[in-house]
Nanobody
Framework: QVQLVESGGGLVQAGDSLTLSCTAS????????MAWFRQAPGKEREFVAA????????YYSDSVKGRFTMSRDNAKNTVTLQMNSLKPEDTAVYYC???????????????????WGQGTQVTVSS
């Protein structure tokens, strides 16, 4: 089992920045690919970003590419999501996910990720 705890959400204004963190425990963190998803009210859970076990070459959705940066620190069992130039449409609950067997073709689909955090709310006002 892997336990994931997100933090860093809050209420910000459009154009502001916010950094989310996800801390993992329970298993060897470096064995897991990690991802961020988000879910707005009335919408399906949406892929945001994912990162390899090594931390190289993160993947991003088109909607956040160029504004969000995902990174990981395997020594601290932590991934972060630096969010810049936030927009009202970024408002959602943000979830951290982990999986040890995810493949490239599946990483954007939430059903393929095994472990999830409880989520942290991000609200961007206009």
């Amino acid at each position: 089992q892997v336990q994931l705890v997100e933090s860093g959400g809050g209420l910000v204004q459009a154009g502001d920045s916010l950094t989310l963190s996800c801390t993992a425990s329970g298993r060897t963190f470096s064995n897991y690919a990690m991802a961020w998803f988000r879910q707005a009210p009335g919408k399906e859970r949406e892929f945001v970003a994912a990162i390899r076990r090594s931390g190289t070459n993160p993947y991003y959705s088109d909607s956040v590419k160029g504004r969000f940066t995902m990174s990981r620190d395997n020594a601290k069992n932590t991934v972060t999501l630096q969010m810049n130039s936030l927009k009202p449409e970024d408002t959602a609950v943000y979830y951290c996910a982990a999986d040890s067997r995810i493949i490239l073709s599946s990483l954007r689909d939430s059903i393929h990720w095994d472990y999830w955090g409880q989520g942290t709310q991000v609200t961007v006002s206009s």
